[in-house]
């Protein structure tokens, strides 16, 4: 057996946030998950719709791994990323990080792995991975899905080498920290340019079915759903679920952003111009937050009772919420004055 030493764990909701966070506790850096979320400019939103798909799907966040590249860009951390064709080649990439001491983070097909209950292709998830043995693997992964786990070395193969939406070849990668941050108040000047970046992509989204443009989209297309799909109770609750449970920290990933503001108006409470601006934001996210909830439970409700009612007032509450995000990246993007 192989295992990496000194790896501690932590409650959290998010995959992507969950990995990042013990790679770099190893390296001495300890940050929230919101502060990781924020700091990796995550937030953002797409509805995504397709023939080959079943059902319309809400995403509230940037795709997979680019949260990853854009937190080792704002904190100046060497983010090491191997991808091969070679499923031989893969695994000794990470056996050499592991031999070396160090837990390697991996993107892969969350469906074959043992613990997963839910059995659905999900091919942007990522993992950690500390060590192994003749038969497992011991990964990390979110609360939800057990924290600590382990997975076949079969399975962890085939999530691996699996092919689709969202997949990477074989991806794995590890992160160095230069200098070692003690506390969120020392990535002070990573704030602003991480909160601003994130809300000029917010607003000013490159086709309508992302950021405020896609949430008004949303508003109008969620009211037809029920002609969208032969079975209402199944997938309109499944939607629903995916917004609160499917490692989102509820409120489709609006609850993480909250906290993230939250934090970083006490790293930046000295700054009077910063402090209002971030008060705004913080208050309508709070807003936000709590209405992106009540969103998923009249979609759901929606799909049990068959009723359009509760998807008109879903996209009435969408068309709200277009406009407290949109108001709310405007006060965050004006931080650089």
């Not at 695994?91 to 993107?107: C, F, K, M």
Request: proline content about 5%.
């Amino acid at each position: 057996m192989t295992i990496v030493k000194d790896i501690t764990l932590r409650a959290t909701h998010h995959c992507e946030t969950t990995t990042l966070g013990l790679l770099l506790r190893h390296q001495g850096v300890d940050l929230s998950e919101p502060m990781l979320f924020g700091l990796g400019r995550g937030l953002s939103f797409v509805y995504w719709d397709s023939k080959s798909m079943g059902f319309p799907f809400l995403g509230g966040r940037v795709k997979p791994f680019e949260l990853t590249r854009n937190l080792a860009e704002t904190l100046g951390l060497d983010l090491v990323v191997q991808e091969t064709a070679s499923p031989r080649k893969a695994w000794a990439n990470v056996v050499e990080a592991i031999e070396g001491g160090r837990p390697v983070g991996l993107q892969l097909d969350s469906y074959h792995l043992d613990y997963f209950g839910a059995k659905v292709h999900f091919g942007g998830h990522v993992v950690a991975m500390y060590g192994y043995d003749e038969q497992v693997a011991y990964l990390v992964d979110t609360e939800q899905q057990g924290g600590a786990v382990s997975t076949s070395l079969g399975g962890l193969a085939q999530a691996r080498a699996a092919r689709g939406p969202m997949t990477a070849r074989h991806r794995s990668f590890t992160l160095t920290a230069p200098t070692v941050p003690q506390d969120p108040p020392a990535a002070r000047e990573r704030i602003v340019p991480a909160i601003t970046a994130c809300a000029k992509a917010f607003l000013n989204p490159p086709i309508a079915n992302l950021g405020h443009r896609g949430i008004e989209k949303s508003g109008k297309l969620v009211r037809t759903w029920l002609g969208r799909t032969d079975d209402p109770r199944r997938d309109l609750p499944q939607a629903a679920l995916l917004m609160e449970k499917a490692g989102t920290g509820g409120a489709l990933f609006r609850n993480l952003y909250r906290d993230f503001l939250a934090e970083c108006s006490q790293v930046l409470e000295a700054s009077p111009q910063a402090s209002s601006s971030l008060r705004t934001g913080h208050r309508l996210y709070i807003e936000a937050a709590a209405l992106w909830t009540e969103v998923a439970a009249l979609i759901a409700r929606a799909g049990e009772a068959g009723d359009e009612q509760y998807l008109v007032r879903a996209g009435d509450a969408l068309h709200e919420l277009s406009r407290i995000e949109r108001e709310a990246m405007q006060a965050l993007s004006r931080l650089e004055a």
